[in-house]
């Protein structure tokens, strides 16, 4: 399956066929929502955090850092399409990046707390406006 991030366009899928509702604009803006999340690296980032001692605050930095480099393989890696020389969708890997960084900042804990950033309804806050509105005006590449 070549670009399984690669979000498509409501209108690119109408040229070949797709029926177009409230309904579809629903799947469509779920559709940009679930790829969006980078839910892989956020777990990886969950149980790596889980191992580090308490107080390691470097190694906790280092550990997010390897995954927001997670986050990049794999959205470049989803939204390219090499066959087709389809490049990144560079836009995508930006917000995915962003949502872990939010998603890493709603989890608390150890680095922000640490660094004397962490206010907990900030970070819920944060994560539902992150997670609402990225999908509801990002529609994709336009081709």
Not at 102 to 120: N, S
């Amino acid at each position: 399956m070549s670009a399984p991030l690669r979000l498509r366009r409501p209108e690119v899928i109408r040229q070949v066929g797709a029926r177009t509702d409230s309904e579809e604009n629903l799947k469509f803006y779920l559709d940009r929502l679930i790829k969006m999340i980078p839910a892989e690296s956020v777990s990886l980032y969950l149980v790596g955090s889980g191992v580090i001692p308490g107080g390691k605050i470097v190694v906790l930095g280092v550990w997010i850092v390897v995954c927001i480099i997670s986050v990049v393989a794999v959205r470049v890696f989803g939204t390219a399409d090499r066959k087709a020389g389809t490049p990144p969708d560079w836009i995508h890997v930006v917000i995915s990046v962003s949502a872990f960084v939010v998603w890493v900042y709603t989890l608390g804990g150890g680095f922000f707390a640490a660094m004397g950033l962490y206010v907990p309804w900030v970070g819920s806050l944060l994560v539902l406006l992150w997670t609402f509105f990225p999908p509801l005006f990002y529609r994709g590449p336009a081709t």
